[in-house]
């Protein structure tokens, strides 16, 4: 199992991207699909989450609500980071997450996802 995350890189303050993650070696379908930042010095933290069909419920970081979209291909196997209105303090490095099943209580946790992307980092300049 390979996840690639990437579309990363310095843009400026009010600029937009869009972070792909895109998995490989089975089919991540039935998978909540998930997206995490860690700033230097600072902890992982939660910043989206897709969970799977039917639900396909979203939950977000309340500092990035109204500003970040997460969706998902299940024929590409791809989760996708649509960040827009992007702020300094965005800058980080944005890994992709994947779980069998996570409850909306324990889904800040990285200790409860399985598999990782290798990250992409985001530099926001003021």
């Known amino acids: 199992v390979q996840l690639q995350a990437c579309g990363g890189g310095l843009v400026q303050a009010g600029g937009s991207l869009r972070l792909s993650c895109a998995a490989s070696?089975?089919?991540?379908?039935?998978?909540?699909m998930g997206w995490f930042r860690q700033a230097p010095g600072k902890d992982r933290e939660f910043v989206a989450l897709?969970?799977?069909?039917?639900?396909?419920?979203?939950y977000y970081l309340d500092s990035v609500k109204g500003r970040f979209t997460i969706s998902r291909d299940d024929a590409k196997n791809t989760v996708y980071l649509q960040v827009n209105s992007l702020k300094p303090e965005d800058t980080a490095v944005y890994y992709c997450?994947?779980?069998?099943?996570?409850?909306?209580?324990?889904?800040?946790?990285?200790?409860?996802?399985?598999?990782w992307g290798q990250g992409t980092q985001l530099t926001v300049s003021s």
């Open positions: 997450a994947l779980v069998s099943s996570v409850s909306a209580r324990r889904k800040d946790d990285p200790r409860n996802y399985e598999y």
């Open positions: 070696g089975r089919s991540f379908s039935s998978y909540d």
């Open positions: 897709i969970t799977s069909w039917p639900g396909r419920t979203m």
